[in-house]
Nanobody
C-alpha cells in the first residue's frame, strides 16, 4: 500500500521561502515518477513539477520555473519541493503524487497515488 505524507506547509509573507517534503512508503519506488501539484479554492488541480524516482532533471510548469525546485532523496524516501520568492497567488493546498512509471506526467489524471495535502498561505 503506497502512502504519501506531505509536510512543511504554513503561513509566510510574500518573498519568503518554504520547503515541502513528501515521505513515501509502502513499496519500492525505483520504477516510479513523482509530482507536486497544488489546488486553490475554486480552481483545478495544477501541475507544478515532476521527477523520476531514480533522479535526473526535474520538469516544471512555467508558472514556477526558476522559483521552485523538485528533488528526491532515495535514502530517506522523500521528494521535496523547495519554493522561493513566494507570491500571494501561490496560496493553495499542495499535494505530492506518485505514478508507477518512469515517464514524467504533467496532468493529475495520470497519477495513481496522492498525499493528503499541506496548506501553503502567502500573505502580501
Amino acid at each position: 500500500q503506497v502512502q504519501l505524507v506531505e509536510s512543511g506547509g504554513g503561513l509566510v509573507q510574500a518573498g519568503a521561502s518554504l520547503r515541502l517534503s513528501c515521505a513515501a512508503s509502502g513499496r519500492s519506488f525505483t520504477m516510479f515518477s513523482m509530482g507536486w501539484f497544488r489546488q486553490a479554492p475554486g480552481k483545478e488541480r495544477e501541475f507544478l513539477a515532476a521527477i523520476s524516482w531514480t533522479g535526473g532533471i526535474g520538469y516544471y510548469a512555467d508558472s514556477v520555473k526558476g522559483r521552485f525546485t523538485i528533488s528526491r532523496d532515495g535514502a530517506k524516501n522523500t521528494v521535496d519541493l523547495q519554493m522561493n520568492s513566494l507570491k500571494p497567488e501561490d496560496t493553495a493546498v499542495y499535494y505530492c503524487a506518485a505514478r508507477p512509471y518512469r515517464r514524467l506526467a504533467l496532468i493529475y489524471q495520470e497519477y495513481d497515488y496522492w498525499g493528503q495535502g499541506t496548506q501553503v498561505t502567502v500573505s502580501s
